[in-house]
């Protein structure tokens, strides 16, 4: 008899484990995602710590992204441009303003432009 512990693909996230035995067949209810498959997989450090429980139906490879994940991600990416631009903005007039003591070296002056933009965003 081995000792083993299981765990959801969930709690495997951004885990290397050292030897993996993976189940990737379809569950008795619901499916599995093409995330759910990369994470399972992707868990050890190479092919030779990695078994398969059992046979799998090679379709699971050939389904694509649920339409649920391609909107948040689309959400995301635009949640990720508008925040980019909106920082650069605030860098740019952070920028053209003077320092209080236009003698500091330029390390003190790009940390006082990065604090002043900082205290303008939370805001």
Same mark, same amino acid.
Request: aromatic share 10%; hydrophobic share 35%.
């Given at each position: ?30 499916? &599995?995602?093409?995330?759910? $498959?990369?994470?399972?997989? @992707?868990?050890?450090?190479?092919? +030779?710590? !990695?078994?398969?429980?059992? =046979? ?22 635009? &949640?990720?441009?508008?925040? $980019?631009?909106?920082?650069? @903005?605030?860098?740019?007039?952070? +920028?053209? !303003?003077?320092?209080?003591? =236009? ?21």
């Amino acid at each position: 008899m081995t000792a083993a512990y299981a765990f959801t693909d969930y709690r495997a996230q951004g885990q290397t484990i050292p030897f993996v035995i993976v189940d990737i067949a379809t569950p008795p209810s619901g499916g &599995l995602s093409l995330f759910n $498959l990369y994470v399972a997989l @992707s868990r050890s450090k190479g092919r +030779s710590s !990695i078994r398969l429980l059992r =046979d799998f139906d090679n379709k699971v490879f050939q389904a694509g992204h649920s339409p649920e994940l391609l909107a948040e991600n689309d959400r995301l990416d635009k &949640l990720d441009h508008e925040t $980019l631009h909106q920082l650069q @903005s605030t860098i740019i007039f952070h +920028s053209e !303003i003077h320092h209080p003591d =236009d003698r500091a070296d330029p390390y003190q002056k790009v940390n006082w432009v990065r604090r002043a933009a900082w205290e303008t965003m939370s805001h």
